[in-house]
């Protein structure tokens, strides 16, 4: 199963909603990432986890909380979110952090938010 | 700060021919992704390149490294529609930063 699955795939929210992201690999990946695209550009690094734990948090809003409740599931909990935060949110996973052993990042469908 | 340069932005090709996409970095880079993205859809891993040297070929598609010259390439050969799409290199140095993307068409 080279799988990495996304729920939603599509979220409407309102600024003062809080709603959560899910991301789940059934892999054995120890690595698990989220990035940010919005239209016609390229992805943004957001987070990175390695081994459950938090690796890189490339200084995303407070507003943003990521969170690895155990190695096969990600989640990425949102509150107070702005217009400005609508794009398409992809979650992907590695074997290890940035393919060390030169294995590559298998992605998720996505989550395109929309922030009303 | 690393900074990853793709060109051309653009290639319009016709079936059956040959190009060359040049993703340049600017600090030196760990290592080097190749990624592709269908129109609304998600990304799709095509290399991970290591090291100097280093040419990974898949189907119609070869992706080359130098670190010297801090440049990566990918080379489509006998182009078919189907590798229309839009094409991303990224480049590593303690986390990874994209290219602007190669937007591909390939017409019959």
């Known amino acids: 199963d080279t799988e990495v699955t996304q729920t939603p795939k599509h979220l409407v929210m309102g600024m003062t909603n809080k709603k959560s992201l899910k991301c789940e690999q059934h892999?054995?990946?120890?690595?698990m990432y989220w990035y940010k695209q919005k239209a016609k550009k390229p992805p943004e690094l957001m987070f990175v986890?390695?081994?459950?734990?938090?690796?890189i948090n490339e200084s995303v809003p407070s507003r943003f909380s990521p969170e690895c409740p155990n190695s096969s599931l990600l989640n990425l909990h949102l509150h107070a979110l702005q217009p400005e935060d609508s794009a398409l949110y992809l979650c992907?996973?590695?074997?290890?952090?940035?393919?060390?052993?030169?294995?590559?990042?298998?992605f998720g469908p996505g989550t395109r938010l929309t922030v009303l | 700060e690393l900074k990853v340069e793709q060109n051309p932005l653009f290639l319009s090709m016709q079936e059956g021919k040959n190009y060359t996409i040049y993703c340049n970095y600017s600090?030196?880079?760990?290592?080097l992704y190749w990624y592709r993205q269908d129109p609304g859809k998600s990304l799709e891993s095509l290399f991970v390149?290591?090291?100097?040297?280093a040419v990974k070929q898949e189907g119609r598609l070869m992706a080359s490294l130098d670190t010297k010259a801090r440049l990566s390439t990918l080379h489509i050969t006998a182009a078919v529609h189907d590798l229309s799409a839009t094409y991303f290199c990224?480049?590593?140095?303690?986390?990874?930063?994209f290219g602007d993307g190669t937007t591909l068409t390939v017409k019959p």
């Open positions: 992907a996973s590695s074997q290890e952090i940035w393919g060390a052993v030169g294995d590559t990042q298998y």
């Open positions: 892999m054995g990946h120890r690595a």
């Open positions: 986890y390695s081994y459950e734990k938090l690796s």
């Open positions: 600090t030196t880079s760990d290592r």
């Open positions: 390149l290591l090291s100097n040297g």
């Open positions: 990224a480049a590593l140095a303690g986390k990874s930063t």
